[in-house]
């Protein structure tokens, strides 16, 4: 139990990693909100049930229950405000838009 | 070695990531990027935290953490968004 714990956690850890090397390296707002957010959500629920793995007692599995629930209800909110904000900022609306006049 | 310890690095190394883009980044948006996946490295860093105290009040801070960094990020891309779209409907 404490190696399927851990090896969950270590997973958490290293997509968070690999989410944080997304946002330096892709070449825009808009794919860099992707990598954070998608890969974002993975790593913090991987890390979630790594340490409800790790510590299996009613006070921890009920708060680390109700922070997973918070985080997939918030996280793909913030995702879509991000992804607005970042295609509203760099134009890709207006492409799309004036692409679609002239058809 | 408590592969809890690498945890924390790696969760630092994140971290640093995001600062970089956080100072750098280009635009509005790149920065409210970084701020998102900062407070996702804050999450983590909290739940090892919790981990290795060995107590459940860890837990409560990442979940105001968590409801923090919501309200956060979602203001400051509703801000830039409505920013945006003023700015090209008055030109």
Known sequence: MTLLGSGLCLLGAVLLLV???GVVRL??????QHAATKAGTLALAAFVFGVAV????????????????LLLLTLPLASHALARAAARESGAVEDLAARGDER | MNPLYACVFLAG???????????????????VVALDILFAV????????????GTTAFLDIALGLSLTGFVG?????????RGQAQARGRS
Request: glycine share 4%; with cysteine; aromatic share 8%.
């Open chain 1, 19 to 21: 989410a944080a090397w």
């Open chain 1, 27 to 32: 070449p825009d707002a808009l794919s860099r």
């Open chain 1, 54 to 69: 790790l510590m299996p007692e009613p006070a921890w599995i009920g708060r680390l229950a109700l922070l997973l629930l």
């Open chain 2, 13 to 31: 190394l994140a971290a640093l990531l995001g600062f970089y883009r956080l100072l750098r980044g280009p635009t509005q948006s790149d920065r």
């Open chain 2, 42 to 53: 804050a999450v983590m860093l909290c739940l090892c935290a919790a981990l290795i105290a």
């Open chain 2, 73 to 81: 990020t979602l203001a400051w891309a509703r801000l830039i968004d």
